[in-house]
């Protein structure tokens, strides 16, 4: 079955534009704070145009990668648009990598120049692992410089030891300060929106083997507009957006950075989820969008501190990165009053696919609909040239004008991505007779037990609705006669108490006999991505060196 594409505009042009426009128009509107400093529309794209300048001054020009190993602060929103104003391409890093990584995603992009913060701990890695590579520069951004006056001169004089110091003229490094010496404006480049490369956005993908998708600036800009329409955002009156999410992450740089943009809303980005401070700051800023994971909406609902706190300005949230339980969409709904809805995507489709419509039917469990100009088609797991009808599982694929161009110098992996012109997600669903997609499971978490496929998801919702249950995750462990057999794992809502046995026997009335666990394990915490959502890869290890497997 597939989902009709909707008759809409989308051409997404260079993705400067969308900074660019809202210069224009909001010049005077705060577009950006940061622990206390604000800039405005006008600031900003002044500093963006700068920074431009000086990177072509370093020789950055049309394709030169370059690339971001930032936490949030203001400099990821700089040079993010900077880099693509002189003609180049970004490339994100992700910061907490370790030097190994950091060096492989190097060799394989061929980034020549990095941008990095001047903590000791990300320069450090960023250099050794620059060391004899296509890395020409690294470029030297003081957190000093994006702080209020008095919180900058405390941060370089109390946290000396956690700052990186190089010499000036070693014909390495660069400063920040170097690159805003020189002309206002860059030399304007010609942006072929359709087949330039704005980004490579690395991912595992369903290998596990870290690939750089190739976002072109159509792909990214028609996936911002494409949002902004489905999600109603203009109607829902986004004005203000926390900036939490890591903007390397392609999710947060859509619904974080660039759709905050185009509607002329300001960005408040925190380095670090701290409970409190974020619960400060949606009282005192009023922010009306909070993107988010799963686990930052469990944390919320779990929060004693947030009786009695106003969050009413919170009009809609996003959620993505993991599947959303019911329970935990339902409970943040009725704490806030906010709308929070689930969308759904994946890197190399910049990445927004489905989502739900805040104004429109929400479905529980369901990722939502297509997005406007969107296929979704399910294919057939044995025989992936068959498309399946409504209420039939099977591999969802994708069709749209926000998928990647390709996998960057990887054309057996880019060929392999694709059936009949639509891209792989390597996702498990079934779409509805309404066109609202359901997802079940990755296809490489599918549980195969006694022969029967069960997907954790499905043990993992409804644990959820175990009182008790704070966040829960389901793998498939070894058995002597399935094969295979589902274990859960859980954390408890804080004040809480649960046996093993006493959610073992919950589930009896929940799932089915083939999909209950061997065991439940209870644990004080249970492991997470560098983006917050719970990984399941840590627990199927340990199962391993259990068994010797």
Not at 110 to 126: E, N, Q, T, Y
Not at 150 to 159: D, F
Not at 526 to 538: A, T
Request: with cysteine; proline share 7%; glycine share 10%.
């Amino acid at each position: 079955m597939t989902q009709a594409a909707e008759a809409v505009d989308l051409r997404g042009g260079p993705v400067p534009d969308i900074l660019d426009r809202s210069v224009e128009r909001y010049t005077a509107r705060r577009a950006l704070t940061f622990l206390g400093r604000a800039w405005t529309y006008g600031e900003l794209g002044a500093l963006v145009d700068r920074v431009a300048a000086g990177l072509q001054a370093q020789g950055v020009g049309k394709g030169t990668k370059v690339g971001l190993c930032l936490p949030n602060t203001p400099y990821s929103v700089i040079f993010f648009f900077a880099v693509m104003k002189a003609g180049g391409t970004v490339v994100n890093f992700n910061p907490l990598y370790v030097e190994r990584e950091i060096a492989g995603q190097i060799a394989d992009s061929g980034v020549a120049m990095m941008v990095v913060p001047d903590l000791k701990m990300i320069h450090g890695k960023v250099l050794a692992a620059s060391q004899g590579t296509s890395v020409k520069r690294i470029v030297m951004c003081p957190l000093s410089g994006v702080l209020p006056a008095m919180k900058g001169m405390m941060y370089t004089l109390l946290r000396r030891a956690e700052q990186a110091r190089v010499k000036a003229g070693d014909g390495l490094h660069i400063f920040f300060r170097e690159l805003l010496a020189g002309p206002a404006r860059p030399t304007p480049v010609v942006i072929d929106p359709a087949r330039d490369i704005a980004l490579l956005q690395y991912t595992g993908g369903t290998t596990g083997i870290p690939k750089g998708a190739m976002l072109t600036h159509d792909n990214v800009g028609t996936n911002t507009r494409q949002v902004i329409l489905h999600a109603d955002c203009e109607r829902m009156g986004v004005k203000g957006v926390v900036g939490l999410l890591p903007l390397f992450h392609v999710f947060a740089m859509q619904t974080v950075m660039l759709i905050p943009l185009a509607l002329g809303a300001v960005i408040h980005l925190m380095p670090r989820f701290e409970r409190g401070r974020l619960i400060d700051l949606i009282e005192r800023e009023r922010p009306t969008m909070l993107p988010g994971v799963p686990t930052l909406y469990t944390a919320l609902n779990a929060a004693p501190e947030i009786a009695g706190r106003d969050l009413s300005s919170l009009t809609l949230s996003i959620c993505g990165g993991a599947p959303l339980p019911h329970e935990v969409r339902t409970t943040f709904e009725a704490l806030t009053g906010c709308k929070l809805v689930e969308g759904y995507g994946l890197s190399e489709a910049s990445p927004v696919v489905t989502a739900g419509q805040p104004l429109g039917v929400v479905k529980p469990d369901s990722v939502g609909t297509p997005l406007p100009g969107t296929v979704i088609e399910i294919r057939d797991l044995e025989d992936p040239h068959r498309i399946l009808g409504p209420g039939q599982k099977g591999e969802v694929t994708v069709r749209g004008p926000q998928v990647m161009a390709g996998y960057y110098n990887r054309p057996r992996e880019t060929a392999d991505a694709f059936i009949d012109g639509a891209l792989r997600t390597g996702d498990v669903g079934y779409l509805d007779g309404d066109g609202y997609l359901f997802l079940l499971d990755r296809i490489k978490d599918v549980i195969i037990s006694g022969g029967f496929n069960v997907y954790p998801r499905t043990i993992e919702e409804a644990l959820y609705r175990h009182p008790a249950v704070a966040e829960a995750v389901a793998i498939g462990v070894p058995d002597s006669y399935r094969g295979e057999a589902p274990k859960a794992f859980v954390t408890l809502r804080e004040g809480a108490s649960a046996s093993p046995e006493e959610l073992l026997a919950f589930l009896e009335g929940e799932v089915s006999k083939v999909e209950m666990p061997k065991a439940v394990e209870i644990r004080s915490n249970l492991p997470k991505s560098l983006v917050g959502k719970l990984s399941k890869k840590e627990l199927v290890e340990e199962e391993k060196a259990k068994t010797g497997s």
